[in-house]
DNA sequence: CTGTTAGCGCCTTCAG
DNA sequence: CTGAAGGCGCTAACAG
């Protein structure tokens, strides 16, 4: 028998005659504040498993993927994840080399809203982890993603602005290779096709979701010899830019232009949003950004705890709000 | 000699072999694009480090916060650590929670904005992990912290609005357990003392940070017998809050009523705020949130590579600045 | 049911 | 310089 047997067995020996002397062993210890602190480090390594999911966001000024993140943490942590969160800054490298990273760092799961789309397109040689994309989801795409109908969004925002009569109408279209971006355009034409209204060349404008494309898009819309009378912007930052660019040049708003942005240029904060504090008070399609970060942890957590790496081609689209204000006046014929 | 040492030694007498006869063994393998991908887990296990860093914040809303994890993830990144986000909600539980888990994960250092400085006062028995607060920071605090001079900061949009004529100054404060909260009403206060104008009870108002309180406490004072012509509010969200008080009672902004907000209610985005476009453009004091994110991370990770787990009595304190812009008129005597 | 052991994947040390 | 072994802290499997 070795010396620390030995000993283990004295203890042993004696322990309850300390508990029958009254002593409380265990009592304080275990009403410590730091308990027992497990590494959880050492246990992930053991159960393959670190209880912690991978979110991979392309911009963090936007407030859209700010409410997405939140939606995600929440969702996470009452399952007790832990969420590492990383911004891509729209760069194509950064996104690879922070996967990388995800998944050396061996989280049980990735939420990603890409900027690389191509890459996951052609399969990524990703090993198993499961992944949920959001927002950027490409067409028939076959795997887990959550996302809204962007086509039908900007259909409807477009065909608001007709049936109050506009005919010129412009739009800004963000990245076109990236599908939000083009579904959007694509929902836009049609609107124009469905009216009979003839698209303009230079109404239609290309820019890059970030707000000095938004900014000088803008600036170059108002300036044509004939402006439009209507703006439709595919996203938040962008729409910030073009407000700008409105408020630079001194064009009124809705009375000489009207606008109709994509996404709430600020965080919801309880209700209050300040969009309704712009002047003009700004007329959106809002996304639920907070309630698609949300189920996207929760398709993901699902996936992990059914042990399906696989979404089963399931895409959960959620309906975008087009949440009337003021930016936007009726235009007699 | 064990069988698995025979192979073994088999295949490295063999070995010269191949490679003589033109075999190329290892090349395809190392431009394999999932080269060797090590086990990260594993690896902090062993060296007991995990490059990685916990930031706890209170509100993921606030676009203060959200402006420091962006500084906080640049930073951190850029030197090859990983963030893993928690948001306390303001909720000393979950704050708690947060901290035990992000020390289970055995996270390298912690950013922590607490909603619960007393147990940070008191010397929690974190072990050792590096910390770093930032934003809220208890006077006298002993250890690495950075921050703006909040007494100052208030102080000065104080003086800004007394010497523009104002005599009937309101202060909406926010949490005065926060030192963030009473620092900034000291200042107010001292501003005051220094005029030699009394302040009046019903115009100092107690809020929560949270955007309702703003909304509640604009509405009161706005609409007392005799109302205050300017209003100091304490932050970002309950400035919301009042803007929208205003906008609903109509009251005229700045005509009837001036306001400075502490924080922009919404992100920088590269130049341009939404500050700018609000009716009216809203005059702000406004705290560096990305530069102080990036600050506290560069000091967490300068403690860390120097190995010092205590940080130096060090505080850095950054300036805050007051942004002019057209939410305050000047009062005639 | 309790107590022991093997090994997760890596790095560091030490032997050859 | 190259290769083997031990062990980080934990848990699942297994032995008593």
Redesign the pocket.
């Given at each position: 028998m070795k010396p620390?047997?030995r000993l283990?067995l004295l203890v042993?020996a004696l322990l309850p005659l300390f508990v029958w002397a009254g002593f409380d062993l265990f009592g304080p210890r275990s009403a410590d504040i730091r308990a027992?602190?497990?590494?959880?480090?050492?246990?992930s390594?053991?159960?393959?498993k670190t209880t912690t999911i991978g979110v991979v966001i392309p911009d963090f000024s936007s407030s859209f993927f700010v409410d997405v993140v939140r939606g995600v943490e929440d969702a996470a942590r009452s399952s007790g994840y832990s969420v590492l969160l990383c911004n891509s800054n729209d760069d194509q490298q950064q996104e690879q080399r922070h996967l990388t990273v995800l998944l050396s760092r061996r989280v049980d799961g990735i939420l990603l809203a890409s900027t690389d789309l191509y890459s996951i397109g052609r399969g990524q040689p990703w090993s198993n982890t499961p992944l949920v994309l959001f927002d950027r989801v490409p067409n028939g795409y076959q795997g887990a993603a959550v996302s809204i109908d962007n086509v039908e969004a900007a259909y409807s925002a477009t065909k608001y602005l007709i049936d109050l009569g506009h005919r010129s109408l412009a739009f800004i279209a963000g990245r076109l290779d990236l599908p939000t971006a083009s579904d959007r355009a694509e929902g836009f034409r049609k609107a124009l096709e469905h009216a009979h209204i003839p698209l303009r060349g230079e109404y239609f404008k290309r820019g890059d979701y970030h707000p000095q494309s938004g900014y000088q898009n803008g600036l170059e819309l108002l300036k044509l010899p004939h402006p439009p009378t209507a703006i439709l912007c595919s996203n938040g930052m962008m729409t910030l830019g073009l407000l700008r660019a409105i408020s630079e040049t001194k064009v009124l708003c809705p009375d000489e232009i009207s606008v109709i942005g994509f996404d709430e240029p600020a965080p919801d904060a309880y209700g209050f949003n300040l969009s309704t504090l712009l002047k003009p008070e700004l007329t959106v399609v809002a996304q639920p950004g907070y309630e698609m970060g949300q189920r996207a942890a929760q398709m993901l957590l699902t996936m992990l705890s059914n042990n399906e790496p696989e979404g089963k081609n399931k895409l959960f689209t959620f309906q975008a709000e087009l949440r009337i204000r003021k930016s936007v006046a009726a235009r007699a014929q």
């Open positions: 620390a047997h283990r042993l027992f602190n497990p590494d959880e480090v050492a246990r390594l053991r159960v393959k």
